[in-house]
C-alpha cells in the first residue's frame, strides 16, 4: 500500500528555519508525476492550503500567510518533496501535511487530493 511519509518537523524558535521533506513508499505512484501540496492545520483553526509544485514544476501559493518565506521544491529525482521556511512565526505552529494529487495540475482545494500524509508537527516558540 502506498504511504506518504513528511519528516523533518520539531522545534524551532522564531525566526529561525526548517525544512520538511516529503516522500513516498509502496507501489502505484510515483510523486515526480504528480502534484504535491503541502497543508497544514494549527491547533482550534481549519486546515488551510500553503504550497503545490506540479508535475511541471509549476508553483501554486495558496495562503498569503506563508508568501515570502516558504518554498516547495523536488529533489533531484522529483521523488522528495521539500518545504523551506524561513522566518517561521509562533502561528506557524501546526501539523503540516503533505498530499499528492495524481494528476500533473494542482488540486483546487483539500479534497481534490488522492493521499495524505500523516502529518508532522512544526512548533515555533516565541
Known amino acids: 500500500q502506498f504511504e506518504l511519509v513528511e519528516s523533518g518537523g520539531g522545534l524551532v524558535k522564531a525566526g529561525e528555519s526548517m525544512t520538511l521533506s516529503c516522500s513516498g513508499s509502496?507501489?502505484?505512484?510515483?510523486?515526480?508525476?504528480?502534484?504535491i501540496t503541502w497543508f497544514r492545520q494549527a491547533p482550534g483553526k481549519e486546515r488551510e492550503g500553503l504550497l503545490c509544485?506540479?508535475?511541471?514544476?509549476?508553483?501554486?501559493t495558496f495562503t498569503d500567510a506563508v508568501k515570502g518565506r516558504f518554498t516547495i521544491s523536488r529533489g533531484d529525482s522529483g521523488n522528495t518533496i521539500y518545504l523551506q521556511m524561513n522566518n517561521l512565526k509562533p502561528e506557524d505552529t501546526a501539523v503540516y501535511y503533505c498530499?499528492?494529487?495524481?494528476?500533473?495540475?494542482?488540486?483546487?482545494?483539500?479534497?481534490?487530493?488522492?493521499?495524505w500524509g500523516r502529518g508532522i508537527l512544526v512548533t515555533v516558540s516565541s
Open positions: 509502496g507501489p502505484g505512484v510515483t510523486l515526480a508525476h504528480s502534484a
Open positions: 498530499t499528492i494529487r495524481m494528476m500533473a495540475a494542482c488540486p483546487k482545494n483539500e479534497f481534490d487530493v488522492d493521499y
Open positions: 509544485i506540479s508535475r511541471s514544476g509549476y508553483i501554486t
